[in-house]
């Protein structure tokens, strides 16, 4: 399991509701004004669908030089 996928796991179990109120102290903490309900919904499946795609995609290839022949 790479850095990647750890992450995306992380993202996706800080989506789950009883997470929420955490989350809410975490951004109030960093100086951000308090949300509404439907920006922190917004702001929690944007979480989600992050953090599973960061879990299901395959890994990105580097550039590899193979000359043309």
């Given at each position: 399991m790479n850095p990647r996928q750890?992450?995306?796991?992380?993202?996706?179990?800080?989506?789950?509701?009883?997470?929420?109120?955490?989350?809410?102290?975490f951004m109030e903490s960093q100086g951000m004004a308090p949300v509404g309900e439907l920006k922190f919904l917004?702001?929690?499946i944007f979480m989600l669908v992050i953090g599973l795609l960061m879990i299901f995609t395959p890994p990105?290839?580097?550039?590899e030089s193979n000359p043309v022949e």
């Open positions: 750890m992450l995306g796991i992380f993202l996706v179990l800080f989506f789950l509701p009883i997470n929420g109120p955490i989350l809410r102290m917004g702001i929690s990105i290839k580097g550039f």
